[in-house]
């Protein structure tokens, strides 16, 4: 059996994980673009704006990005610009401000009756949504510890998926690389199937 993965050499110093978030993007002398994220890593993201501001390389800009605990603000510089895509590659050059809190959301416990199992498709596409809160999470503290309730969700859904966990990560940065490992494991096993 033929495999279609094509093997990449990886040069890159920070993995990247595919993340659709909304922000805005907000240039010198007050200019302002509206984007979506299309990959994201520790050091900086790739913006894909439907119409792409004037930049040059090296200029600072910052980046407006609701997550789930409010809206950060996000300094960074131009990396590149592919103006056929309309896409920007940034490089963060400081720490997230909170900009905007987010709401208070009350967790109650269900009284769902249990449900039959499910696709492999939806746990992975689950999966690649903790992987997204993984990111939000390193890019807002990247010192600190990782939530034990989406440690557990991880652990869950990697056993619900047979591929190996991602162990007990020390901080929220290594927690971004191990979701990036069992993301990376659970999409080979499907291209294995």
């Keep these: ?8 050499d990886e040069r890159r110093r920070a993995p990247r994980i595919p993340l659709d978030a909304p922000l805005t ?7 302002r673009s509206r984007g979506r994220t ?16 004037p930049l040059t390389p090296e200029e600072d800009v910052s980046v407006r990005l609701g997550v789930g605990e409010g809206e950060f603000e996000i300094p960074a510089a131009v990396v590149r610009i592919e103006e056929a895509r309309g896409w920007v590659a940034l490089r963060f050059t400081g720490p997230a401000k909170r900009v905007q809190r987010g709401p208070v959301r009350r967790v109650r416990r269900s009284r ?3 449900k039959e199992p499910r696709a492999r498709s939806e746990a992975r596409a689950e999966l690649r949504a903790i992987a997204s809160l993984a990111y939000e999470h390193a890019l807002v503290d990247a ?9 557990s969700w991880a652990e869950r859904l990697t056993d619900e998926l047979g591929i190996e966990g991602i162990g007990r990560p020390a901080d929220n940065r290594e927690l971004l690389h ?16």
Excluded: K, W
């Design 1 to 8: 059996m033929t495999s279609n993965v094509i093997p990449i």
């Design 25 to 31: 993007l907000l240039g010198p002398q007050g200019r």
């Design 38 to 53: 299309v990959n994201a890593s520790e050091r900086g993201l790739l913006v894909d704006c439907a119409e792409l501001p």
């Design 112 to 114: 769902a009756r249990p």
């Design 143 to 151: 010192a600190a510890s990782p939530a034990d309730s989406l440690l």
């Design 178 to 193: 191990a979701m990036v490992r069992v993301v990376r494991a659970a999409d080979e096993e499907i291209e294995a199937a």
